[in-house]
């Protein structure tokens, strides 16, 4: 006898179990927590102290359609995470909001070279997030929510540590740390600046995304994947550039694009911050959907869950709102997330075969 489906509501999608491969730490923190340790830390910069209002002072301030204004909200966050402390508890909270929201995987990224203003070094600072992310399972598991949460190490494209990063990567790459990131303003700092690390993480089979196509076009796009030889395209919204319609309203996809969707090459979508930092008009008019229905390897991101005031559910529910999408949809984007990830492939299997399909089929009915 079928088994009628579970009504797709953002309640029903909260219990759903989502992957997540975009996260940034520093832009996840609580409100509260900012406040908090902007006290404990003589912190005196944060435009308000009333968690509400500071909440909506970092989602106005995001909704600029500037991708350098949106990273200027960072200076913030940044300012006080520069404690091992202070990293053990955002991280440790990251983890557990995630497992409340029902992610069962996520790679949230870090910059270490932005947390040693104080008296850490890049080692200590990658240590005290790996220590929080352990602590933050502890708690899940304890509230009844499992999850898996790993590292990506990024360096800021407009400095010069990003070997020292990739090296760190590999250092600690058998203790939680996925792989690693670049990121950043696009415009002006393109991926080739740091063809040193890229080449330096090949030859040390290590795995590296890359935030290309946001704030800058094709060319960024192109010189990540064929210069710098990226797993996965942070954003690559911007793909769509590469794809024209014909006068009957077939799309006609040009090399690049044609390329990204043959090699099945990951795009780290995160709708809500694409419409923030103007990438994409609205969610309603996003790329995603063009590029879900031309089967690219899409997947559903966050980005950053402070300044874009969303999380993994409310992501999934403005796109099932704006498309139309069912539990099947949800189900491609979750699989596509879980078979990107930076994790060995029988590990992904038994996340996709014992946890992701069981809980869907649970759902679809």
Known sequence: MPV???????????????????????????????????????YG???????????????????????????????????VMQSREALIRVASECVQDLAADGVVYAEVR?????HVEQSLDLDEVVQAVLDGFAAGTQAAAAAGHMIRVRALLTAMRHAARSSEIAALAVKYRENEVAG?????????????????????????NAHFTIHAGEGFGLPSIWEALQWCG??????????????????????????????????????????????????AESIAKHPI??????????????????????????EMTGL??????????????????????FLPFDERLAIIDDIIKPGYDSLSG
């Open 4 to 42: 009628n489906p579970t009504a797709l509501t953002a309640d029903s999608i909260r219990s759903a179990p989502k992957v997540l491969l975009h996260d940034h730490l520093d832009g996840g923190v609580r409100p509260a927590t900012l406040i908090e340790l902007a006290q404990q830390t003589g």
């Open 45 to 79: 910069l944060l435009p308000s102290t009333d968690p509400v209002e500071l909440a909506r002072w970092f989602s106005e301030s995001a909704y600029s359609g500037s991708l350098e204004r949106y990273l200027e909200t960072f200076l913030h966050t940044v300012g």
């Open 110 to 114: 870090f910059a270490p070279e932005l």
């Open 180 to 204: 690693f990131d670049i990121a950043g303003a696009e415009a002006g700092f393109p991926p080739t600046r740091h063809l040193d690390a890229f080449e330096y993480l090949r030859r040390e």
């Open 230 to 279: 990226a797993d996965r395209l942070g954003h690559g919204v911007r793909i769509i550039d590469d794809i024209s319609l014909a006068a009957d309203g077939t799309p006609q996809l040009g090399r690049l694009a044609a390329y990204v969707r043959d090699k099945r090459i990951p795009l780290e979508m995160a709708p809500t911050s694409n419409v923030q930092t103007g990438a």
């Open 289 to 314: 959907g063009l590029l879900t229905e031309l089967r690219f390897r899409v997947t559903v991101n966050t980005d950053n869950r402070l300044m874009s005031g969303c999380t993994m559910t409310s």
């Open 320 to 341: 099932a709102e704006a498309f139309g999408y069912g539990w099947d949809d949800l189900r491609w984007f979750t699989l596509n997330a879980m078979k990107s990830a």
